[in-house]
């Protein structure tokens, strides 16, 4: 298998939703026990979600200590060690941009993100007994991260059997926590929503939801409340005007269109030229939303002429400074051959 097919299967893996198959996951954790020379756990329990993940690990008195760092930190510093010195400095960089090193950014980012919403559900419980954020924080480190540790098991697929348990693993199941005498393993989420650069994004719902109720919610990346989701229906820019926190002002704007506000909110060009036309939205506590309007010269099979719109600095004074900047020229050498 070729490095592109190798960064394709692990896409997969990482995108996977919907039931594991639990056999083939619990194969794969005695697997991971046996590579690391410790005995299979005498059982193995399952959660839908990581926040019942930690909930439940808090709750077992005899799951013996946490064997982390034997079953996935020690062979993945192994087999990178030998890896590297097998193929040499150039080589291990080559061989990890081709595979890991693509997904790596979005499955970090969703770690981060599942992390911080369990401790913010952790944090927000004050009946007497409940996990404290503190205790869950904890917990959440002894976590081996499933089909989130996408990346670097890409990088591995194929260069020895070191990490096949914790690869057949992460293939069936979410976050899991080896300790000696109980491995608990969490399902995949039932709906994942990523925009192209891998971000969690819906405008209608959960970017990312388990089971149990436990979910995301986010646009393009960004972390948002349900409630906020659910009036980007009633957008006008009014309403958006009104929004005091910058970022979420930017969400609403991303999502009402920015060629729609300017036409519902009665902006004026700023400026015209050859290369097109210069719009200038003011935001009050955030830098101008810059566009420039251009219109594509190749007639459409209908005849007509498509409309494009660029976001450009906010410093941007001129259409033509604004279209140079897009192809990382100034506006003094600009000067396009062939409009297009």
């Known amino acids: 298998m070729n490095?592109?097919?190798?960064?394709e299967k692990w896409r997969a893996v990482a995108a996977a939703t919907?039931?594991?198959?639990?056999?083939?996951?619990?194969?794969?954790?005695r697997l991971a026990y046996e590579c690391a020379a410790l005995p299979a756990p005498e059982r193995v329990v399952w959660a839908e979600s990581p926040l019942a993940g930690v909930e439940l690990v808090a709750g077992l008195a005899d799951r013996g200590r946490s064997v982390r760092e034997e079953v996935r930190t020690l062979p993945w510093a192994e087999e990178r060690r030998r890896l590297h010195d097998a193929l040499g400095p150039a080589g291990w960089t080559a061989h990890w941009q081709a595979t890991g090193a693509r997904?790596?950014?979005?499955?970090?980012?969703?770690?981060?993100?599942?992390?911080?919403?369990?401790?913010?559900?952790l944090g927000d419980r004050e009946e007497p007994g409940a996990l404290t954020g503190l205790a869950g924080r904890e917990l959440l480190y002894d976590a081996v991260l499933?089909?989130?540790?996408?990346?670097?098991?890409?990088?591995?697929?194929?260069?020895?059997?070191?990490?096949?348990?914790?690869?057949?693993?992460a293939g069936?199941?979410?976050?899991?926590?080896?300790?000696?005498?109980?491995?608990?393993?969490?399902?995949?989420?039932?709906e994942l929503h990523r925009d192209e650069a891998g971000r969690l994004d819906r405008g209608d719902g959960p970017a990312l939801a388990h089971r149990d109720g436990f979910a995301l919610h986010a646009w393009r990346g960004m972390p948002v409340t349900p409630g906020f989701l659910a009036g980007l229906a009633d957008l006008d820019p009014e309403r958006i005007r009104a929004e005091e926190n910058a970022e979420l002002r930017r969400v609403m704007l991303e999502f009402y269109g920015y060629e729609r506000y300017l036409a519902d909110s009665g902006a004026r060009p700023?400026?015209?030229?050859?290369?097109?036309?210069?719009?200038?939205?003011?935001?009050?506590?955030?830098?101008?939303?810059?566009?420039v309007e251009v219109v594509n010269s190749t007639p459409e099979p209908d005849g007509s002429h498509r409309t494009y719109w660029l976001r450009v600095p906010p410093t941007t004074r001129t259409a033509r400074e604004g279209v140079a900047?897009?192809?990382?020229?100034?506006?003094e050498v600009y000067e396009p051959y062939v409009q297009t």
Request: hydrophobic share 50%; aromatic share 10%; net charge negative.
């Open 18 to 29: 919907g039931p594991a198959d639990r056999a083939a996951a619990e194969d794969g954790i």
């Open 3 to 7: 490095d592109g097919d190798v960064y």
């Open 325 to 331: 900047w897009t192809f990382g020229l100034g506006a």
């Open 146 to 169: 499933g089909q989130q540790d996408a990346a670097w098991l890409a990088a591995f697929d194929g260069h020895g059997t070191r990490l096949a348990g914790l690869a057949a693993v």
């Open 270 to 291: 700023e400026g015209r030229d050859e290369t097109g036309v210069l719009w200038r939205i003011e935001l009050a506590d955030d830098e101008d939303v810059v566009m």
């Open 172 to 190: 069936q199941a979410g976050w899991w926590w080896p300790y000696e005498k109980v491995a608990v393993v969490c399902e995949r989420p039932v």
């Open 103 to 121: 997904l790596w950014e979005p499955t970090r980012a969703l770690a981060e993100r599942v992390r911080a919403a369990v401790l913010d559900v």
